[in-house]
């Protein structure tokens, strides 16, 4: 359940992360609306990344996930929502912090 938790926190790291970019591109009732939403989306990041460690993930590791995830989503939003350019670079450095998360979960099994 941990990992579960841990997992729909790096969601809402992602939907605070798209909702600066709505505030910053909006403005009026619309922008208060965004900035409602950003506010929503980092404490519910926050507290489903709490829970996660408070259930036994490491802090380290946790928070390596929950930043991966939200940076990767951060990524993947802007491709395939906002038509941000897609680069050969891009992935690679994508996939390479994929790994990384997965590397240092997995080392950190193994100790």
Not at 90 to 111: E, P, Q, W, Y
């Amino acid at each position: 359940m941990a990992w579960f938790y841990l997992i729909i926190g790096g969601f809402f790291e992602t939907l605070f992360a798209f909702s600066l970019g709505k505030i910053s591109a909006t403005s009026g009732k619309e922008m208060f609306l965004w900035i409602a939403v950003f506010m929503s989306a980092v404490s519910l990041s926050m507290y489903f990344l709490y829970k996660a460690i408070d259930m036994g993930l490491g802090i380290g590791v946790s928070y390596a996930v929950w930043g991966a995830i939200g940076a990767a989503g951060a990524v993947l939003v802007g491709i395939f929502l906002l038509n941000e350019p897609v680069s050969f670079w891009k992935m690679f450095f994508l996939t390479t912090l994929i790994l990384s998360v997965v590397g240092l979960n997995l080392s950190s099994k193994a100790v």
